[in-house]
């Protein structure tokens, strides 16, 4: 039997080294698409268009408004001293953001220590709208205490009213500087090594029923068991070298850390490619054809996608989506390998995800298995 499997490995490998399509689907695309999702799946706002309605037209005006170009979240998209020509600006999408300083700002700043702007927002993305309007708070609040502290004679006491009651020191855990790539990163390489061995795996297999080549393997003396593995290692072998290499590109060209073990990252993703390959089985036993195994890979990948916590956060969502989300295996090992990567996490701290990739393993293949032999028999 091990000679029989011997055999049947190396000549699947053969097959897959001289295919060349089959070589840049596997290595090329997903190291592209790494690249690429990494800098655009990102909930950062960088350069929004700021249309500004100065009114005051004071140092002070200027001063903020400086302020907010200079921070490089906001690029000029215009001026004007009404607000007819910010709002139209808003409705046909030249502008993200109106900032309004209305007459007597400077003076009202001044004299009471305290004045009002109005801050007008594209709410259509909402996302975008939040993360803008915090960028905006954080620049008008420095602002404000910079403004406070230079109108305070020298050598007299504040008032009570101007003295800072609490002082709030901000400081991000595992990762300091807020670069949201080291967040996203991890996540899109799970997702995309999950395609590649679901949807290889399905191919593989419907492409033998296509040619006919599976129904007289059936009739051979070759167990079923040692097809199927001549089948499933070469793509846990080249799923678990596509994750070695996404690492890599995720240290040396986006600089996520790595502050966990490796061993432990290797050994979660040998244990969830094992599911991902059972459930790539899976989809060949339902599908005859290339191009349904695809259509069913990628209906499939959206809820994947959509119910993982990879662009929204689980938590987001109702109660009894967030039960259904938990039999999600890419939820557990993104949450895994974001914990391993960026926290240090260990096996102690991992134990209930690893649990749960290792039912989901165990049950989708055991499942994949048993209907494939069905299907066969």
Known sequence: MLRTLQVLLRKEFTQIRRDPVILRMLFAMPMI???LLANAATFEVKNARLWVVDQDRTPASEAL???????????????????????????TGAADAVLVFPSGFDRALTRERRATIQLLLNAENGSMAGVTQGYSQEIIAAFAAERSAALAPQGVARPVRDVPRIEIVRRGWYNPSLEYRHFMVPGVLVQLVT?????????????????????????????????????????????????????IIARVVFGVPMEGSPL??????????????????????????????MF???????????????????????????TLAQANPLLHFIALVRAVMLRGAGVAEVLPRLAALAVFAGAVLTFAVGQYHKRSA
């Open 33 to 35: 698409q790494l690249i």
């Open 264 to 293: 432990l990252l290797f050994g979660s993703a040998g244990l969830y490619l094992v599911g991902a390959l059972g459930v790539g089985l899976w989809i060949s036993t339902l599908a005859d054809t290339q191009q349904q195994a």
């Open 65 to 91: 408004t400086a302020r907010f170009l200079s921070t490089g979240r906001f690029v000029r998209a215009g001026s004007s001293l009404v607000t007819a020509p910010g709002d139209e600006a808003l409705l």
């Open 195 to 247: 395609l590649i061995g679901t949807l290889m795996t399905a191919l593989n297999i419907v492409r033998e029923k296509e040619a006919g080549t599976l129904d007289q393997l059936n009739v051979t003396p070759v167990p079923p068991a040692v097809f199927l593995a001549s089948k499933l290692v070469p793509l846990w072998v080249i799923g678990m070298l596509e994750f070695a290499l996404g690492l």
């Open 296 to 322: 069913v890979t990628f209906a499939l990948m959206m809820v994947y996608i959509l119910m993982s916590g990879l662009f929204t956060p689980v938590r987001g969502m109702p109660e009894w989506m967030r």
